[in-house]
């Protein structure tokens, strides 16, 4: 019965609702490791965020660097789907392959929509 009780109090310290996602990092079964990147959202799926930022490439042939863009694809969970909106500035880590193209997971917001910068 103490456990119990213990656990409660542990979900609801990060996040207030707990939810029923199996692929939540916080509330189901999906561990993430790996790389973790900065980003701007620029698109908000049901369960899914598109991030996008810059990165810096020599170019050999004129010995300076090019600015290009990276895209990648997170997935929301449920709890979290309120928080996040297109423009914000969130971080993201790598988890294991969920979809073809989704293999990285939301972890939490830093800016919101025009703070700061
Ligand atoms: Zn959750």
Known sequence: MKEKENNIEKNSKNH???????????????????????????????????IEFERINYVRKYERYEKRKTKLHARLPECMKEEVNVGDYVMIQECRPLSKIIHFAFLKKIKNKGEGK
């Open 16 to 50: 207030s609702i707990s939810c029923n996602d199996k692929k939540c990092h916080v509330h189901g079964h999906l561990k993430t490791r790996g790389r973790i990147f900065k980003g701007y959202v620029i698109k908000k799926f049901e369960k899914r965020i598109v």
